[in-house]
């Protein structure tokens, strides 16, 4: 029997009792290379990747994958090879996306608070666009570039006093949020760019918000951002490029963001209507390349029974997937194996110290110790946002291509995370 229904993926299925990613048995990878680990689908990702790709045809666009989602590095190779560029918030993402293969001319480097020294590195690298968040960041990124005879690539992130309708820590667009240059001061601030000599303004930009599942507030912020462009525009200054950033929800608990070649067919009639349509677009798409993509196995350690709740402890813990705790995210949890018995109520927990360390709340679960948990829709800020709380060295990681698996992240050692100290 086959269950095509699981959330999220349609490359991971139920035959019998048995969940597989692509056409290999999760039990096995468990198995082969111990947990916790990541399992990411190959084509999983391209086929996120071809639905972006699809909305685009006979447009002048670039994909630019939001690499924080997922930054290990053949990941990274995967999408530069499909023709992606990237959007980076760090030379340490740069330099990952340059060992990967990007070309740096299709880089946008995003991010509130780039210092002298990154902004260097990415103007030496030739990176495509800055993505400038502040009036600040325009007077530093224009003597960074005089001082290297350079004249950077800018586009304004602008913040379009959108509601993204999504989690607040997660939402970008308004106008409390630390993020990209308000709306009514914008014009300013492109009229200070343009004055600047060290900047040559290619661009705008927006980004409002990640696990948007609504086209609304994309409509409503593509909106906003073309009526700005015009106003830019009247004063002589001309925009290139057009960036809407990312923020395209995935299923993780029935959720039902649009498909991205759905979401993108109805923006680009807007951006037709309006006189838009031949403009370059950027766009920065993160979580809908690879969050469903990815799953996270792991192995029941202990059933502890208790007089108010049941606790079913597993060897991942907050440290490898900081979602929950973070922000209460929800991710379905499922045995690789299924079992016949009756299912019990339980709090899927990890091993670190803190109550916050959950990773699934009152779930019906039918294990024992030693069985595998399958936690889904992991593929994005899971592992890169990853960390070594309890000295908990990082989870592998683990390509699957039909019913080849490679290893594309052996799992950190204790000594990997002592390497950089020093005793007394
Ligand atoms: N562009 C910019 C400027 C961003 O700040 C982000 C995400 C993206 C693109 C990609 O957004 P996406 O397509 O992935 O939604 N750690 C949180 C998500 C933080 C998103 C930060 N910015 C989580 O686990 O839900």
């Known amino acids: 029997m086959t269950t ?3 959330p999220g993926s349609p490359f991971l299925s139920q035959i019998g009792s048995e969940l597989f990613l692509e056409a290999t048995p999760l039990q096995a990878i468990a198995t082969d290379f111990g947990t916790p680990v990541f399992a990411y689908s190959k084509s999983a990702m391209l086929a996120a990747l071809a639905a972006y790709q699809r909305a685009f045809v006979d447009r002048d666009a670039l994909i630019c994958y939001a690499m924080k989602a997922n930054s290990s590095l053949a990941i990274l190779q995967l999408f530069a090879k499909a023709g992606c560029g990237f959007d980076i918030v760090s030379v340490g993402e740069l330099r990952r996306a340059l060992v990967a293969g990007a070309r740096p001319e299709r880089i946008v480097f995003s991010g509130v608070g780039k210092t002298r020294e990154e902004i260097r590195t990415a103007l030496q690298a030739g990176v495509g666009c800055f993505n400038v968040e502040s ?3 325009l007077t530093v990124l224009n003597d960074v570039a005089l001082q290297c005879s350079q004249r950077a690539p800018v586009s304004i992130r602008v913040n379009p006093n959108v509601d993204a309708k999504t989690h607040p820590y997660i939402s970008t667009g308004l106008k409390g949020n630390k993020f990209g240059v308000a709306h009514d001061r914008s014009l300013q601030a492109y009229l200070q760019a343009s004055r600047l000599p060290g900047l040559r303004v290619i661009g705008i930009d927006c980004h409002i918000g990640s696990q ?3 086209m609304d507030p994309y409509l409503d912020a593509m909106d906003r951002v073309l009526d700005l462009v015009a106003a830019v525009e009247a004063t002589g200054i001309r925009l290139e490029h057009i960036d809407f ?3 395209l929800g995935i299923n993780y608990n029935g959720d039902t963001p649009p498909q991205a070649d759905v979401l993108w067919a109805r923006l680009l ?7 838009y349509g031949n403009r370059r677009i950027l766009i920065e798409p993160g979580r809908s390349l690879v969050g469903n993509a990815g799953v996270c196995l792991t192995e029941v350690l202990y059933l502890k029974p208790g007089e108010h709740k049941n606790f079913c402890i597993v060897d991942a813990a907050m440290n490898d997937l900081p979602r929950p705790a973070m922000y209460q995210a929800f991710h379905q949890i499922l045995p690789v194996t299924a079992r016949s018995g009756e299912a019990i109520r339980m709090d899927v927990v990890g091993p670190v ?4 360390d959950w990773i699934g709340r009152d779930r019906d679960l039918s294990v024992q110790a030693g069985d595998v948990l399958a936690v889904l829709s992991a593929g994005a800020y899971c592992m890169s946002m990853a960390s070594n709380y309890n000295s908990r060295p990082r989870a592998a990681e683990v390509l699957v291509d039909g019913q080849d698996v490679k290893l594309i992240r ?9 390497r950089t100290e020093k005793l007394l």
């Open 4 to 6: 095509p229904a699981l």
């Open 135 to 137: 009036e600040a960041e």
């Open 212 to 214: 948007i599942t609504e």
């Open 245 to 247: 950033g990312g923020g």
């Open 269 to 275: 009639q807007r951006l037709d209507e309006r006189g």
């Open 353 to 356: 110290c803190e109550s916050g």
């Open 410 to 418: 052996a799992r950190e050692t204790i000594d990997d995370l002592m």
